[in-house]
């Protein structure tokens, strides 16, 4: 309590210092004058009387100096002190420190790097100003806006600024012979300026402009060799200008290391636009809503849409900070994942903490002399302990910085990486502030959990007389086993948590797509809009790849389709009526539109029916192939074929086919409805197409080919053509991600629990080196010995192992929601596994000490005496 | 001039000194070496040089607070008034020093 009302009046001191000075001096020139009156009362001349007050007085900087004392900070002083004695210490024992050293900055090293992925997913902003202000405006459930619509929005100012966002844009950018699909947004041209997005090199894209182009940093160095400024770039075979580079740690609206490389303006009237909004400020995202109430009502009056009302449904959500996380469900997945890492790395610093703290004890064993010293000559328990906690917070600083390091590296790498993604993904991680903050946080945290149970020991050994030093050093290695098998059951979670994640990478790498992987080939082209502005255009270029491909030699199908399966997907939730049954059936579909052949390229058996042919593509009856699950949603056992089904009030579709069921989105999924109808001109225009090609034999050697016969038949459409099984990255990437960084963890938590094993092992033999040459001399066998020394680690091990299996009973528990179906967090065989990798460990940590105690001399052994 | 003792002879004895003399209402620093020397009649003389690192300290517990006013004569002064953390320590350690004193006189009396 005193000690809180001592900071409280400190601190309060701190703020008014210089005033504090000046009263000082005030006061002691009112004492001196107080003298001098009674002086004068008493007789002396005023002159005389003001010396003899001031002599009297003594030194007033002295005592001046003295009164600030009072208020110092006197425990800063202490740390400060603390530290220098702690690095001559440290100094004295490098190998020690070294080690510590070690185990710190690996615990913090990769903890801080979760937590460096973590804040640049959850907590970054994009590079806007005052990203606070700015929501995403989501009208009548569509996520995008004609311009008209858009600018009615606009000039109805109710927000401060309004702009629209295409993350969608893509263009074909032409460079020497080849020509490369390139990610862009589409911006309108008050983007830069209302949002206030920072430039790096150049300008922003400006009012009226048309044909300019900011391209991202990566972009300008890498392709275009930091090209000056003004240069022309040929894009979707328009010239548009270079005006601007955007700063390398550009993020955009949509945030999640979406990096497109470039930001063009909206083309034309037709585009349709994502629209972003500025709040005025002080105006929260519902008061918004709430605003843009009769704005939607007048915007349905002036543009009627059949099918939904603006109205209705108005959405507004902040792009910055937590709350982004809160208003999408989807998001809250990340949370959890990260929230598990931080978990996981949080035992990993724990096993660290506990490395450090057993040979911190061991230290404090071999310094008994040195302490009991030192609490002779006066030094209270309460400063020893401080003073054996400045040793392990300076560990722990030396730790973080060389984490820090570590996290640098870490990163870097990561930033280098391009995930899997069907957009272009990139981690920006940098280190900012908060990293700093945390780093600090934790290597404070790390220094108390390692450093203060040893402390506390090995202090209150020194309260005891001197002379009982070697009896007492039994408590102290009682407490080290304590320690590793504490660390041994950490490591155990460690390893169950990465054991489960990377034997889910396993099963589903294993897991069947349910269509072929090996002979498929993937090939993507995107046209030009502006050279193909009807369907009908399209799809005859459609008819003219498919004819060309199918003509190839070595090539056994080809088929067109707009949606890949496990790449991409198109749903529909809806009511489906049928022929068959009276209620309708509420269900997510996957679609797609296809061509002929599709079934076969894919390699998906056709249960029932028929395939579509050419014909149905030119628009005759209105057919539909559907999958097992939908038709046994829809018709249960009874044929589905013959039958017609329709979506909400769209016409029916007569079922032609039936195929076997396969996965759509993800590869966990179970018996997702789908429904294949065939691609027709009236289903809109497109410009990204997507064909499939089944090689005769291994489809590497296709590759070459597909790409030049595409290109030759539109030279100005940009082609991307891999194989099927290189294709599913993205499916696999949420299993990758969690198997290798966990995989990582568990190696490193491993690592560290074997070196504490070993640790203590050897310290004991060392420790018992005369009992084990008594006991030699007595004749004991080196069978006994060996037990005796192996005895010892299986106790730890065992006991480590039992607590650390039950723990993760509970600790895997929330785990299963990133498994792919039918993996068990319980699995029996992954926990055997972990404790038979443990065994195995534990093993080679014994087998030098065993050794040792094998070899060790009787006779010298005998003579430590 | 009579001998006069230093208040610090017997550690913590200067606390207890001014913390008592500030029970009858607030002084100024002056004032409370003054009332020492007049009460202890010239046997304990508190040093400047003791006396106002000791008010400090005495702030930075806050067993005091101070205040600046006016003196009967009229003179601007830095006044320091107990309050209840400070009455509680002088009680305390009154009470201690009572103790003290009677153990030393024990010794004096029956060794």
Redesign the interface.
Known sequence: MSLLAELRSKLAHLLKRSSFDDSLDQEIRSHIEFRTDELVAGGMGRLEAARVARREFGSTTRIAEESREAWRWNWMEDLGRDLSYATRALSRDRRFAFTAIISFALGIGVNTTIFSLASSFLLSEPSVANPGEVVHVQLGGRGQMAMQEFRFLQDSRVFTSLVGFDENGEVNWRSGDSTRRLFAVRVTDNFFADMRVPIGTGRPIQKGERNVVVVSDRFWRNQLSTGPMGQAIVLDGASYSVVGVLPPNHRTLIGLGFAPELYIPVSSDSARVSLYGRMPSGVKASQMAQRLVPVCAQLDRVFPHPDAKYAQMIKVDPVAGVERFLSKRSMLLFIQFFALLMIVVGLLLAIACTNVASLLLARAAARTRELGVRVSLGATRGRLIRQLLAESLLLSLAGAAAGLAINMMATHALNGLLLPMPVPIRLALQPDWRLLAYAIAIAIASAVMAGLLPALTSTRRTNASLKQEEHQVGGSARMRKGLVTAQVAVSVIVLVTAALFVKNLMSSTAMNPGFDLQRTTWAHMRLVPDRYPTAQQTFATVDRVLERVRALPGVEAAAYTNVVPLNDSSNNTGPITSDARKEPVVLRVQTFLISEDFFKTMGIALLAGRDFTENDRRGGAETAIINQALAKAMYGAAPAVGRTLRFGDSSPLLVVGVVADSKYVTLGEEEVAAIYEPQLDQHGNRANLSFLVRASASPSALTQTLNHELLALEPTSAVEIKPMNQALGFALLPSRAGAGLLGVIGVLGLSLAAIGLFGVLSYSVSRRAREIGLRMALGASPKSILRLVLGEGATIIGAGLAVGMIASLFVTRPLAMFLVAGLNPFDPLTYMIVALVMIIVGCFASIKPAIRALRSDPAVALRLE | MPATLQPEFLPGTLHLLILRSLLAGPL????IAKRIKDVSKSALAV???SL??A???M????WLVAE?GT?E?N????FYRLTP?GAAQLEREAAEFDRLVSAIQLVLREA
């Not at chain 2, 100024?28 to 004032?31: K, N």
């Not at chain 2, 003179?75 to 830095?78: F, S």
């Open positions: 100024h620093g002056y004032a040093e400047e040089g106002y690192p008010l400090n300290r702030l930075v517990k806050n600046w003196s004569n003179r601007k002064a830095r953390e």
